[in-house]
């Protein structure tokens, strides 16, 4: 698991017991995040209240496989988020200009469970066998597409 918060700064932390089984490097402007074969491998095992926690200024994009992966968003202008295999995907924020996201194979997503998320444009593109759900979200213009058997729950 792998929590984002919006902070003005940006440093990874994670508790003694993840030592080791990650690698964290920056290029240009991009964090890239791998996990060890190893420790994939043997994720059922895993106690998955282990995780990572990445503190930011801004970020742009975000691609994850096979993650759990957790957003906290205070003010974002764009963000393009791609998700994929077994994730689970969970977007919180007060406001976001533009969200554009995909999401395939068996991901779950999960949009703001709380207070209202303000997303200017939205654009869902969903397919495979992907679960997203859409609560308490207000937008001005919104385009979602579904193809294969992906499911979209949206309760404006």
């Given at each position: 698991m792998i929590s984002f918060y919006q902070k003005g700064t940006t440093l990874t932390k994670y508790k003694d017991d993840m030592k080791g089984k990650f690698t964290a490097t920056t290029k240009n402007d991009t964090l890239y995040i791998d996990f060890s074969e190893n420790y994939t491998t043997n994720a059922s095992k895993i106690d998955h209240y282990k995780c990572l926690v990445v503190f930011y200024d801004?970020?742009?994009?975000?691609?994850?496989?096979?993650?759990?992966?957790?957003?906290?968003?205070?003010?974002?202008?764009?963000?393009?988020?791609?998700?994929?295999?077994?994730?689970?995907?969970?977007?919180?924020?007060?406001?976001?200009?533009?969200?554009?996201?995909?999401?395939?194979?068996?991901?779950?997503?999960?949009?703001?469970?709380?207070?209202?998320?303000?997303?200017?444009?939205?654009?869902?593109?969903?397919?495979?066998?992907?679960?997203?759900?859409?609560?308490?979200?207000?937008?001005?213009?919104?385009?979602?597409t579904k193809s294969d058997n992906a499911f979209v729950n949206y309760k404006k």
């Open positions: 801004t970020i742009k994009s975000i691609n994850f496989k096979n993650s759990n992966v957790y957003i906290q968003a205070n003010k974002l202008h764009t963000l393009k988020a791609k998700g994929a295999g077994a994730s689970d995907f969970c977007l919180h924020g007060t406001q976001l200009d533009s969200l554009i996201y995909h999401t395939t194979d068996t991901n779950n997503t999960h949009f703001n469970y709380g207070e209202p998320s303000h997303i200017d444009h939205l654009i869902i593109k969903a397919s495979g066998n992907s679960t997203t759900s859409l609560e308490n979200v207000i937008t001005k213009k919104d385009i979602i």
